[in-house]
């Protein structure tokens, strides 16, 4: 009744499409959360006037499509000849992009702890540097830990725009598969469910965490 | 440090082009968007109907609208509807997949501006003889739609990013594609796109202020 030319070797050639997209993700998530923590205090720290500039440059990554900026970063790289390789670029652009959320996250965090809490650390002769450490850090966690989720579902589904620079991620496989087996329906399915697969679990943990941790006290 | 020349020139003769790729974009977002919140409303209203079917559909649509890529469901409008026969031009397979978007992550916003009005109006609507529909489109549709018109604005922003992705299946008509098209002609890839941009850039500003003013006035009480 329905007979497919997908073969096994097929749905390896996707799930190493999905390992190149899982791959990137993490790179950049890891690498752009550690950006938007440092921007996020930072914009925190220098208040709105002076951290002004940063604020433009962390704007821009938002309100410019990424295929844009992933081609501009191509671009970039092969005027400064550094001689990046495609899943460098990608993964450099991505994280900058993340970085971009992550500040946004961050500084809420920060803003949702009462100022009472931290200059009661503060008068208790806490430092700056334990007052984040041991106040601040636990208590912005709780209330950015489900945006930050959402935020690295965003990515690794952004992430299908690397397919772009030539770099062989879920999409791009499925598209490769599609144009060889002519049943795009089918294959463009499978790579939905791959997709699905990845991140619903992540979203559903995202909820549930939202309604464990969301203020009842 | 590098022996790039860039032209500018070559972008700025381009700019009439690449401008009016821009208003086919913002046309797609707005059309998209418009697209999107009816179908947002529908699937409200089946989530809110209690029925298990129209229920079942409407988080079906949410879920898979939340959790693949954008581009994945344009790819779905494009190839996949081949499959059935359909064979959609760049354009519309573009609208329909970013509608497609748009409407479940409205839906999902609709959802949680629904949380925030009480359920004793809904009732007491009712009770004053008004049918569920009535209830619903005078009483809570008008509040849902103000809580959720930020979130909407955020929504029609990205709309406008999506559409840039309408140049992967082959639009050429739009912002992105003008763009890649002038660069597949001249390869000067970094001042067009960065030309472009630029264009979005503004665009998105354009939309935000026009939102806050609006809402500045509409929302005033």
Redesign the interface.
């Known amino acids: 009744m329905f007979n497919t030319a997908l073969t096994w070797s097929d749905l390896v050639f996707l799930a190493q499409g999905a390992g190149m997209t899982l791959t990137v993700t993490a790179v950049s998530v890891a690498a752009g959360t550690v950006l938007g923590i440092i921007f996020g205090v930072l914009r925190f720290q220098l208040g709105p006037y002076w951290s002004a500039p940063l604020t433009f440059i962390l704007d821009l990554f938002r309100s410019v499509p990424l295929l844009i900026q992933l081609v501009l970063g191509n671009a970039a790289q092969s005027i400064f000849k550094l001689g990046w390789a495609p899943f460098t670029t990608s993964c450099v652009v991505l994280s900058l992009y993340t970085a971009a959320y992550c500040t946004e996250i961050v500084r809420g965090g920060i803003g949702a702890v009462p100022v009472t809490t931290r200059r009661a650390a503060r008068s208790l002769g806490m430092t700056w540097w334990q007052d984040m450490r041991y106040i601040v850090f636990p208590l912005a966690t709780r209330v950015s830990l489900p945006s930050w989720i959402g935020l690295t579902l965003g990515v690794m589904k952004d992430s299908a725009l690397v397919l772009w620079l030539g770099l062989i991620e879920l999409l791009r496989a499925s598209q490769i598969l599609v144009t060889r087996l002519q049943e795009p329906l089918f294959i463009l399915l499978i790579c939905g469910a791959f997709y699905f697969i990845i991140s619903f679990p992540v979203a559903r943990l995202g909820g549930y965490l939202e309604k464990r941790w969301s203020p009842n006290d | ?2 022996s ?1 020349t860039f032209h500018w020139n070559q972008a700025f003769k381009a700019l009439p082009q690449m401008l009016d790729g821009a208003l086919v974009t913002l046309q797609i977002a707005i059309l998209s968007m418009v697209i999107g919140m009816a179908c947002a409303i529908a699937l409200t209203l089946f989530r809110l109907s209690g029925n298990r079917v129209l229920g079942g559909f409407a988080t079906a649509w949410v ?2 609208a ?7 469901q344009i ?2 409008a494009h ?6 026969g359909i064979h959609l031009s760049p354009y519309t397979a573009l609208l329909v997949g970013i509608a497609f978007n748009n409407a479940g992550y409205l839906a999902e916003n609709f959802r949680g501006a629904l949380k925030a009005i009480p359920e004793t109006q809904t009732r007491s609507a009712r009770s004053l003889g008004m049918t569920p529909m009535q209830a619903f489109r005078y009483i809570v549709m008008p509040q849902m739609l103000r809580i959720a018109f930020l979130p909407a604005t955020n929504q029609m ?1 990205w709309a406008i ?5 309408g ?2 299946v082959g639009m050429n008509t739009d912002l ?1 594609g003008v ?1 890649q098209e002038l660069n597949a002609r001249s390869f000067r ?2 001042e067009f ?2 030309l ?2 630029v264009i ?2 503004v665009i ?2 354009i939309v935000t202020m026009a939102a806050r003013l609006f809402a500045a006035r509409m929302f005033r009480y």
Not at chain 2, 79 to 84: K, Y
Not at chain 2, 161 to 165: A, D, I
């Open positions: 440090m590098f790039y879920e898979v939340r959790n693949t890529p954008a581009l994945f790819y779905m190839f996949g509807l081949g499959n059935f922003v990013l999506m559409t840039s992705l140049v992967t992105a763009t890839t970094f796109f960065a472009a941009a979005y850039y998105a500003k």
